[in-house]
Protein backbone atom coordinates (compact mmCIF):
# COMPACT_ATOMS: atom_id res chain seq x y z
CA UNK A 1 0.00 0.00 0.00
CA UNK A 2 0.72 3.51 -0.91
CA UNK A 3 -0.80 5.40 2.21
CA UNK A 4 0.14 8.21 3.70
CA UNK A 5 1.54 8.53 7.13
CA UNK A 6 0.52 11.46 9.17
CA UNK A 7 2.76 13.01 11.67
CA UNK A 8 2.23 14.04 14.21
CA UNK A 9 -1.27 12.51 15.26
CA UNK A 10 -2.50 16.47 16.53
CA UNK A 11 -1.32 19.81 17.53
CA UNK A 12 -2.37 22.36 19.79
CA UNK A 13 -1.46 25.63 18.72
CA UNK A 14 -2.14 29.00 19.59
CA UNK A 15 -3.46 31.41 17.15
CA UNK A 16 -1.08 33.29 15.08
CA UNK A 17 1.55 30.54 15.34
CA UNK A 18 2.23 28.35 12.56
CA UNK A 19 1.25 24.53 12.05
CA UNK A 20 3.60 21.96 11.07
CA UNK A 21 2.69 18.48 9.71
CA UNK A 22 4.24 15.71 8.52
CA UNK A 23 3.77 12.73 5.66
CA UNK A 24 5.45 9.74 5.04
CA UNK A 25 4.36 7.14 2.10
CA UNK A 26 6.28 4.13 1.01
CA UNK A 27 6.36 3.59 -2.79
CA UNK A 28 7.17 5.90 -5.90
CA UNK A 29 4.25 8.73 -6.44
CA UNK A 30 3.16 10.79 -8.86
CA UNK A 31 2.02 13.22 -6.76
CA UNK A 32 0.30 13.82 -3.60
CA UNK A 33 -2.36 15.42 -2.16
CA UNK A 34 -3.53 17.41 1.04
CA UNK A 35 -7.16 17.40 2.33
CA UNK A 36 -8.87 19.08 5.11
CA UNK A 37 -11.62 17.80 6.97
CA UNK A 38 -13.46 19.52 9.72
CA UNK A 39 -15.75 17.47 12.11
CA UNK A 40 -18.48 15.82 10.87
CA UNK A 41 -18.08 17.12 7.45
CA UNK A 42 -16.69 15.73 4.33
CA UNK A 43 -12.92 16.16 3.01
CA UNK A 44 -11.59 19.74 1.48
CA UNK A 45 -8.99 19.47 -1.19
CA UNK A 46 -6.07 21.86 -0.39
CA UNK A 47 -3.04 21.15 -2.61
CA UNK A 48 -1.54 18.68 -4.50
CA UNK A 49 2.26 18.68 -5.47
CA UNK A 50 3.52 16.74 -8.26
CA UNK A 51 6.45 14.66 -7.79
CA UNK A 52 8.51 16.69 -9.47
CA UNK A 53 7.83 19.80 -7.85
CA UNK A 54 9.29 20.54 -4.78
CA UNK A 55 7.65 23.18 -2.99
CA UNK A 56 3.97 24.73 -3.75
CA UNK A 57 2.10 27.93 -2.14
CA UNK A 58 -1.62 28.00 -2.31
CA UNK A 59 -2.46 31.23 0.38
CA UNK A 60 -0.99 30.63 4.00
CA UNK A 61 -0.34 26.76 2.64
CA UNK A 62 3.42 25.93 1.81
CA UNK A 63 3.45 22.16 1.34
CA UNK A 64 6.87 20.96 0.27
CA UNK A 65 7.90 17.29 -1.52
CA UNK A 66 10.77 15.25 -1.20
CA UNK A 67 10.70 12.13 -3.05
CA UNK A 68 14.26 11.10 -2.13
CA UNK A 69 13.07 10.92 1.40
CA UNK A 70 9.43 9.73 0.07
CA UNK A 71 7.92 12.97 2.84
CA UNK A 72 6.07 15.57 2.54
CA UNK A 73 5.32 18.78 4.82
CA UNK A 74 2.30 20.97 4.69
CA UNK A 75 2.76 24.34 6.82
CA UNK A 76 -0.60 27.01 7.60
CA UNK A 77 1.35 29.88 8.50
CA UNK A 78 -0.10 32.49 10.29
CA UNK A 79 -3.16 30.02 12.16
CA UNK A 80 -6.77 31.22 12.75
CA UNK A 81 -10.00 29.37 14.76
CA UNK A 82 -11.05 28.18 11.54
CA UNK A 83 -7.94 26.44 10.87
CA UNK A 84 -9.09 23.64 13.41
CA UNK A 85 -9.77 20.33 11.49
CA UNK A 86 -8.09 17.15 10.80
CA UNK A 87 -5.14 17.05 7.90
CA UNK A 88 -4.92 14.21 5.70
CA UNK A 89 -2.18 13.61 3.08
CA UNK A 90 -2.88 10.70 -0.23
CA UNK A 91 -0.88 9.13 -2.20
CA UNK A 92 -2.49 8.16 -5.37
CA UNK A 93 -2.51 4.88 -7.08
CA UNK A 94 -6.42 3.51 -8.73
CA UNK A 95 -7.58 4.97 -5.67
CA UNK A 96 -6.50 7.71 -2.99
CA UNK A 97 -4.93 6.32 -0.08
CA UNK A 98 -5.03 8.37 3.09
CA UNK A 99 -3.22 8.23 6.35
CA UNK A 100 -5.00 8.72 9.82
CA UNK A 101 -4.84 12.07 9.64
CA UNK A 102 -3.01 15.43 11.99
CA UNK A 103 -5.99 16.69 14.32
CA UNK A 104 -4.95 20.52 14.68
CA UNK A 105 -6.47 22.65 17.07
CA UNK A 106 -5.85 26.26 17.21
CA UNK A 107 -6.58 28.35 20.39
CA UNK A 108 -7.81 31.50 20.49
CA UNK B 1 -21.95 25.13 -9.39
CA UNK B 2 -23.40 22.80 -6.59
CA UNK B 3 -21.11 20.52 -4.57
CA UNK B 4 -21.39 16.91 -4.49
CA UNK B 5 -24.63 15.82 -2.06
CA UNK B 6 -24.98 12.91 -0.09
CA UNK B 7 -28.55 12.16 1.12
CA UNK B 8 -29.50 10.98 3.93
CA UNK B 9 -27.06 12.75 6.40
CA UNK B 10 -27.72 10.71 9.18
CA UNK B 11 -29.50 7.25 9.81
CA UNK B 12 -30.14 4.44 11.83
CA UNK B 13 -30.67 0.62 11.15
CA UNK B 14 -30.14 -2.51 12.89
CA UNK B 15 -28.31 -5.40 12.46
CA UNK B 16 -29.14 -7.63 10.20
CA UNK B 17 -31.53 -4.78 7.92
CA UNK B 18 -29.79 -3.45 4.39
CA UNK B 19 -29.54 0.27 3.36
CA UNK B 20 -28.80 2.55 0.11
CA UNK B 21 -26.81 5.39 -0.21
CA UNK B 22 -27.39 7.86 -2.42
CA UNK B 23 -24.61 10.53 -4.41
CA UNK B 24 -25.03 13.43 -6.48
CA UNK B 25 -21.83 14.38 -7.85
CA UNK B 26 -20.76 17.52 -9.55
CA UNK B 27 -22.18 18.16 -12.81
CA UNK B 28 -19.75 17.12 -15.29
CA UNK B 29 -18.05 14.74 -13.10
CA UNK B 30 -18.25 11.01 -14.22
CA UNK B 31 -15.98 9.33 -11.57
CA UNK B 32 -17.71 8.61 -8.11
CA UNK B 33 -15.94 7.31 -5.54
CA UNK B 34 -17.21 5.88 -1.89
CA UNK B 35 -14.65 5.91 1.09
CA UNK B 36 -16.34 4.46 4.41
CA UNK B 37 -14.67 6.79 7.12
CA UNK B 38 -14.40 4.92 11.10
CA UNK B 39 -12.45 6.15 13.97
CA UNK B 40 -10.16 2.45 14.18
CA UNK B 41 -9.36 2.45 10.66
CA UNK B 42 -9.41 5.95 9.54
CA UNK B 43 -10.54 6.20 5.65
CA UNK B 44 -10.68 3.51 3.19
CA UNK B 45 -11.84 2.86 -0.24
CA UNK B 46 -15.02 1.12 -1.25
CA UNK B 47 -15.10 1.46 -5.27
CA UNK B 48 -14.98 3.47 -7.51
CA UNK B 49 -17.56 4.12 -10.70
CA UNK B 50 -17.26 5.64 -14.02
CA UNK B 51 -19.88 5.47 -16.88
CA UNK B 52 -21.79 3.19 -15.22
CA UNK B 53 -19.32 0.84 -14.84
CA UNK B 54 -17.12 -0.32 -11.04
CA UNK B 55 -13.98 0.77 -12.36
CA UNK B 56 -12.33 -0.11 -8.86
CA UNK B 57 -12.62 -1.83 -6.01
CA UNK B 58 -11.54 -1.56 -1.86
CA UNK B 59 -11.35 -4.93 0.53
CA UNK B 60 -14.80 -5.04 1.39
CA UNK B 61 -16.96 -8.09 1.46
CA UNK B 62 -19.87 -8.36 -0.79
CA UNK B 63 -22.29 -6.97 1.33
CA UNK B 64 -20.98 -3.89 0.22
CA UNK B 65 -22.02 -3.09 -3.31
CA UNK B 66 -22.99 0.06 -5.63
CA UNK B 67 -24.29 1.30 -8.89
CA UNK B 68 -23.59 3.96 -10.87
CA UNK B 69 -26.99 5.80 -13.15
CA UNK B 70 -26.78 7.15 -16.66
CA UNK B 71 -26.56 10.73 -15.10
CA UNK B 72 -23.75 9.79 -13.21
CA UNK B 73 -25.63 9.65 -9.28
CA UNK B 74 -24.35 6.34 -7.54
CA UNK B 75 -25.78 4.70 -4.89
CA UNK B 76 -24.25 2.14 -2.31
CA UNK B 77 -26.20 -0.37 -0.58
CA UNK B 78 -24.94 -2.62 2.58
CA UNK B 79 -26.94 -5.55 3.28
CA UNK B 80 -26.93 -7.71 6.16
CA UNK B 81 -25.66 -4.81 8.05
CA UNK B 82 -23.18 -5.46 11.26
CA UNK B 83 -22.53 -3.01 14.27
CA UNK B 84 -19.15 -2.60 12.33
CA UNK B 85 -20.28 -1.10 9.51
CA UNK B 86 -21.48 1.86 11.81
CA UNK B 87 -19.15 4.62 9.92
CA UNK B 88 -19.36 7.96 7.76
CA UNK B 89 -19.33 6.95 4.24
CA UNK B 90 -18.43 9.54 2.12
CA UNK B 91 -19.03 9.85 -1.18
CA UNK B 92 -16.65 11.92 -3.75
CA UNK B 93 -16.32 13.15 -7.54
CA UNK B 94 -13.84 13.88 -10.19
CA UNK B 95 -14.36 14.93 -13.49
CA UNK B 96 -12.60 11.15 -14.72
CA UNK B 97 -11.13 9.83 -11.58
CA UNK B 98 -7.63 10.23 -12.92
CA UNK B 99 -4.18 9.94 -11.22
CA UNK B 100 -3.77 13.68 -9.92
CA UNK B 101 -7.39 14.59 -10.15
CA UNK B 102 -8.41 16.63 -7.18
CA UNK B 103 -11.33 14.27 -5.29
CA UNK B 104 -14.65 16.50 -4.25
CA UNK B 105 -16.30 15.37 -1.12
CA UNK B 106 -19.71 15.19 0.17
CA UNK B 107 -20.74 15.75 3.59
CA UNK B 108 -21.26 11.80 4.02
CA UNK B 109 -24.02 9.85 5.35
CA UNK B 110 -23.38 9.06 9.27
CA UNK B 111 -24.46 5.21 9.42
CA UNK B 112 -25.28 3.77 13.01
CA UNK B 113 -26.12 0.70 13.68
CA UNK B 114 -28.21 -0.56 16.63
Known amino acids: SQQGEEDPQALSIQEGENATMNCSYK?????LQWYRQNSGRGLVHLIL?????REKHSGRLRVTLDTSKKSSSLLITASRAADTASYFC????????FGAGTTVTVRA | KAGVTQTPRYLIKTRGQQVTLSCSPI?????VSWYQQTPGQGLQFLFE???????NKGNFPGRFSGRQFSNSRSEMNVSTLELGDSALYLC?????????????FGDGTRLSIL
Open chain 2, 92 to 104: ASSLAGQNGEPQH
Open chain 1, 27 to 31: TSINN
Open chain 1, 49 to 53: IRSNE
Open chain 1, 90 to 97: AVNDYKLS
Open chain 2, 27 to 31: SGHRS
Open chain 2, 49 to 55: YFSETQR
